[in-house]
């Protein structure tokens, strides 16, 4: 079994997304995905300028960054967004623990994207944030 496979169902299940809704977008997440590479978070989201476009499932890896949507009126899976960590600049997070929600924001050669990601519970609000401090944070530069 490879690192995706073998790291996808525990992330999902942390987020409570119900295996249905996992096995529906895991081939468009795994298209977009190299077998090595290990998922650090899935969840739930909705877009914060345009919350009435449904939801989205946001997937970070180590590599990579994906997120997939559901048509409305086929209910297709479909890849909205896939970008490299590495290219994500002015990446920005706020966690609201009262509301059990964190806002994710960045931007790509697309353009700036805000997004909400609904915790189950308010303790993985701070997981959330302590997981994109470890992910989106470059190291210290010491000058000697």
Do not use: K, Y
Not at 73 to 84: E, G, K, N, Q, W
């Amino acid at each position: 079994m490879d690192q995706f496979t073998r790291t996808l169902l525990p992330a999902a299940a942390e987020s409570e997304l119900p295996v249905t809704t996992v096995s529906r977008h895991a081939p468009v997440l795994r298209r977009n995905v190299p077998d090595r590479d290990p998922v650090l978070i899935v969840a739930r989201c909705v877009r914060a300028e345009r919350p009435w476009q449904g939801e989205f499932i946001l997937m970070i890896t180590r590599e990579r960054l994906v997120i997939t949507q559901e048509t409305r009126m086929l209910s297709r899976i479909r890849p909205h967004l896939d970008a490299p960590i590495g290219s994500l600049a002015n990446v920005a997070w706020s966690a609201d623990p009262r509301r059990s929600a964190m806002e994710l924001a960045f931007t790509i050669d697309t353009g700036r994207h805000r997004f909400i990601i609904q915790a189950p519970h308010r303790h993985q609000v701070w997981r959330l944030d302590a997981m994109f401090g470890r992910i989106f944070q470059q190291p210290l530069q010491l000058a000697f």
